[in-house]
């Protein structure tokens, strides 16, 4: 626990101007982001007596070792520049907001030729229209499919569509009149556009003038005894009433607004937002929040607003239809011009951000609350025994392994091959006993060939620490040792980074690095002779304050260095249970990378050697044939109709396929099974990470 009293300026060195400050920790990790309208007073609140401070403002000085700020033009510039260091920094005493759920959009995809229905998640794409979010997808495909009468645009993948287009034979849909079928050309794409952009304003709210204009049609049709097409007028009018009945009227004069709402108590808040266009809910949304640094209600509003609008789109005009010309919030951020200023911008047009005082939308607000506190408690059910469990988990195996500490940071590695080939290491990372999947990182077994599980297990343990003492050098703490044969067998030594690259991208930025920050506590998978392993490759390196053990499957017995009899754990402890989904996460993500590397050598071998041929042309050329051995199969011509192939290169790939032998079929040693080529062989699915660097 640090003084804040060793790193506070020195007085009059703050300055009074708008600024962001960053607090660090001893390992230069930032842990703290926040703004000032004057940064010398907001400073020097967090450096009065600690007795005074809030618990958590407390935690949090006393968690950080130096403190630095950036000084700004204005309030503006200041809350933009605070987002983007949140967002960049990921501190962990910022309240970061997370949604309760992945919630579906419809998006209309009008960067492509002919514009394409679909239901996204996930991030917005630049080009392409996007209406809610909504509860449930069923909500979005029952929608759609009432407004494809009227709107017959295209729904189907890319792929059915080409399937379409090359057998001259539209799908269902095109049979049944929900679908112009423009993959047979029924339709222009000029017409295809059109009708796709009468979807959007239709879906934006703007219903009037195109009812009335059926409604004209289906007149003069029956007037001139045109009762077919009167019927077919009667039914379109029909069916877009009950799509706009699903959206009933909350506000009058076609409003379009936000609606956010906060419930919250001493540990926790949720957010609920209401999202009316055209006086309609067209979609709403929740997040939840541990309140880890001292913020009121207002505070917890700015914070919703800039993980609403912030992050919005990738051009200006996304961003600015994010944006409506009113957000009704409970409580107004302080100050407020600054936001009002913020949002006006995003928008390209003035925001009025407002509490409402009376009337339809005092009482639409009133609505979103009671949402609010429903989900506020809703979640807390959920979370209450997983807390009081992952609590109970950690002090278990803190008391089982007579640990200084619980341990709040846990690593796990394990090794992957396939009969000696193909061996790869993870290592998988749990704080507060949840997994944090930012930090997974992968290791491809280098010093030496072969199945040696318990060689391999030291190596990528002296790999990871040797990386930790570089970071801990930089800052003058350790002297890192001398290099290791399989550091020099690799390139990695002292002083070159783990991209390989051999240059320090993130010295002194703040950003959180790869292997800089230690675990309390070090788990291997396996038993006595890879936690000897392990614990060799430590005491190399002169590491001593890392507690160690091993989770044997067999009997599921916690081995720990020197020791001659395991540690065993009820089969009912939290503890074991906490250790087991740590090595479990480990096999999984060390299993996934070792059958991506796998699959990669065995369909793309023959391919990696072609002059001229990089990655992404070996990638289309695979996914447009489906096989080595179609590919082998194909003519120039088929070769040339690939993107991005010409004669020259369709040449050169033919030449080299015709003149290599077939390889001997690969066999899958679990089932027998007979893999043809490797190449029909199922992709293995991405694990559930944030972007993973291999480690050399």
């Given amino acids: 626990m640090a003084d804040p009293s060793t790193y506070r300026p020195a007085p009059g060195a703050i300055p009074t101007s708008p600024g962001v400050y960053k607090f660090r920790d001893a390992h230069g990790r930032v842990i703290y982001v926040g703004k000032a309208k004057s940064l010398r007073p907001r400073l020097s609140s967090y450096f009065q007596d600690l007795a005074g401070l809030h618990p958590r403002t407390a935690t949090m000085v006393t968690t950080a070792a130096s403190v630095?700020?950036?000084?700004?033009?204005?309030?503006?510039?200041?809350?933009?520049?605070?987002?983007?260091?949140?967002?960049?920094?990921?501190?962990?005493?910022?309240?970061?907001?997370?949604?309760?759920?992945?919630?579906?959009e419809l998006a209309v995809t009008l960067n492509e030729e002919f514009p394409r229905v679909q239901v996204m998640r996930g991030a917005h794409r630049k080009g392409v229209r996007y209406f809610g979010p909504y509860g449930h997808a069923w909500a979005i495909r029952e929608t759609v499919d009432l407004l494809l009468r009227v709107f017959p645009v295209r729904t189907c993948s890319n792929g059915v569509f080409k399937r379409a287009a090359q057998v001259g034979r539209p799908c269902l849909l095109g049979y049944i009149g929900k679908c112009a079928a423009p993959c047979v050309g029924r339709i222009t794409p000029e017409d295809h556009r059109a009708l796709a952009e009468d979807f959007c304003d239709f879906m934006a709210g703007r219903t009037g003038n195109y009812l009335r204009r059926l409604e004209t049609e289906m007149q003069e049709a029956a007037a001139d005894l045109e009762y077919e097409k009167a019927a077919r007028l009667r039914d379109d009018i029909g069916a877009l009433k009950r799509a706009m009945e699903k959206n009933a009227i909350v506000l009058a004069d076609a409003t379009d607004a936000d609606l956010l709402a906060v419930a919250e108590d001493e540990l926790e808040a949720a957010v609920q937002i209401f999202h009316v266009r055209g006086g309609r809910v067209r979609g709403q949304r929740g997040w939840v929040t541990d309140k880890v640094e001292d913020v009121d209600t207002a505070g917890l509003v700015e914070h919703a607003l800039q993980q609403l609008y912030g992050g919005v789109g990738g051009g200006a005009e996304d961003r600015g239809e994010a944006v409506p010309r009113e957000v009704l919030v409970p409580a107004l951020p302080d100050p407020v011009e600054?936001?009002?200023?913020?949002?006006?911008?995003?928008?390209?047009?003035?925001?009025?951000?407002?509490?409402?005082?009376?009337?339809?939308?005092?009482?639409?607000?009133?609505?979103?609350?009671?949402?609010?506190?429903?989900?506020?408690?809703?979640?807390?059910?959920?979370?209450?025994?997983?807390?009081?469990?992952?609590?109970?988990?950690?002090?278990?195996?803190?008391?089982?392994l007579e640990l200084d500490s619980v341990p709040l940071r846990i690593e796990c590695f394990d090794i992957s091959h396939l009969q000696g080939e193909d061996v790869v290491a993870s290592m998988v990372v749990f704080e507060d006993g949840l997994a944090r999947k930012s930090e997974y990182r992968r290791f491809e077994i280098k010093g030496f060939e072969g199945q040696d599980d318990?060689?391999?297990?030291?190596?990528?343990?002296?790999?990871?620490?040797?990386?930790?003492?570089?970071?801990?050098?930089?800052?003058?703490?350790?002297?890192?040792?001398?290099?290791?044969?399989?550091?020099?067998?690799?390139?990695?030594?002292?002083?070159?980074?783990?991209?390989?690259?051999?240059?320090?991208?993130?010295?002194?930025?703040?950003?959180?690095?790869?292997?800089?920050?230690?675990?309390?506590?070090?788990?291997?998978?396996?038993?006595?002779?890879?936690?000897?392993?392990?614990?060799?490759?430590?005491?190399?390196?002169?590491?001593?304050?890392?507690?160690?053990?091993?989770?044997?499957?067999?009997?599921?017995?916690?081995?720990?260095?020197?020791?001659?009899?395991?540690?065993?754990?009820?089969?009912?402890?939290?503890?074991?249970?906490?250790?087991q989904r740590v090595r479990d996460e480990a096999h999984r993500f060390a299993i996934g990378y070792q059958r991506g590397k796998r699959s990669k050598r065995l369909t793309a071998g023959e391919l990696d050697s072609v002059p001229g041929l990089g990655e992404t042309r070996r990638q289309a050329l695979l996914k447009h044939f489906g096989s080595l051995k179609k590919l082998r199969a194909a003519t120039v011509d088929e070769l040339c109709a690939v993107p991005g192939i010409g004669r020259r290169t369709a040449e050169t790939v033919a030449a080299a396929l015709s003149s290599r032998t077939p390889a001997a079929p690969a066999v899958n040693t679990a089932t027998g099974e007979i893999i043809e080529d490797g190449a029909d062989e199922p992709a293995p699915a991405a694990p559930e990470t944030a972007p993973i660097q291999e480690t050399p």
Avoid at 80 to 94: T, V
Avoid at 558 to 565: A, I, K
């Fill in 338 to 400: 600054p936001v009002r200023e913020w949002l006006g911008g995003l928008r390209g047009a003035q925001v009025d951000l407002r509490i409402p005082q009376r009337g339809d939308k005092k009482d639409l607000m009133a609505t979103v609350q009671r949402n609010a506190q429903q989900a506020l408690a809703l979640h807390k059910t959920k979370r209450a025994s997983d807390l009081t469990t992952r609590s109970r988990a950690l002090q278990e195996i803190t008391d089982a």
């Fill in 454 to 579: 318990v060689r391999s297990m030291h190596e990528v343990i002296s790999r990871r620490f040797r990386r930790y003492l570089q970071e801990r050098e930089r800052t003058g703490e350790w002297a890192v040792p001398e290099e290791g044969p399989e550091d020099a067998a690799d390139g990695t030594g002292a002083g070159v980074d783990d991209t390989g690259t051999g240059v320090d991208t993130r010295a002194e930025d703040g950003r959180p690095r790869r292997f800089a920050y230690p675990p309390q506590l070090l788990v291997v998978d396996g038993g006595q002779p890879q936690v000897a392993a392990a614990q060799r490759a430590l005491d190399e390196l002169g590491i001593d304050d890392i507690a160690l053990c091993g989770l044997a499957k067999r009997l599921e017995e916690v081995w720990l260095p020197g020791e001659d009899d395991p540690v065993v754990l009820p089969r009912s402890s939290e503890g074991l249970y906490l250790l």
């Fill in 68 to 104: 630095e700020w950036t000084v700004v033009a204005t309030e503006v510039e200041a809350l933009q520049l605070e987002y983007s260091w949140i967002k960049e920094f990921d501190p962990r005493f910022n309240v970061k907001y997370r949604d309760d759920k992945s919630y579906p």
